[in-house]
Nanobody, 115 residues
Framework: QVQLVESGGGLVQPGGSLRVSCAAS????????VAWYRQAPGKQRELVAS???????NYADSVKGRFTVSVDNAKNTVVLQMNSLKPEDTAVYYC?????????WGQGTQVTVSS
């Protein structure tokens, strides 16, 4: 079993930046992919960004060029750096980790982009 705990959400103005982190209770490198999802009110949860244990990244078209996902293996942490934030980025952001036959979710952290 792996626990994932997100942190770093909050309120930011449009155009601003925010960094959210996901700390894992076990080695991040033991999971073949870790990802960030988000869910806005009344909408389905969607994939924002993912990174495999070989370093391959994938981004939703809506965040390409603005968001960056990275892994700090020494700290067992996945980080999502979000720049040039827009009001439509407002959502609860969830950390997700996958291993063979297992999927793990964090509890989520709220990101609100508003003036």
């Amino acid at each position: 079993q792996v626990q994932l705990v997100e942190s770093g959400g909050g309120l930011v103005q449009p155009g601003g930046s925010l960094r959210v982190s996901c700390a894992a209770s076990r080695s991040i490198s033991s999971m073949y992919v870790v990802a960030w999802y988000r869910q806005a009110p009344g909408k389905q949860r969607e994939l924002v960004a993912s990174i495999t244990n070989s370093g391959t990244t994938n981004y939703a078209d809506s965040v390409k060029g603005r968001f960056t996902v990275s892994v700090d293996n020494a700290k067992n942490t996945v980080v999502l750096q979000m720049n040039s934030l827009k009001p439509e980025d407002t959502a609860v952001y969830y950390c997700n980790g996958r291993n063979i036959g297992m999927t793990y979710w964090g509890q989520g952290t709220q990101v609100t982009v508003s003036s």
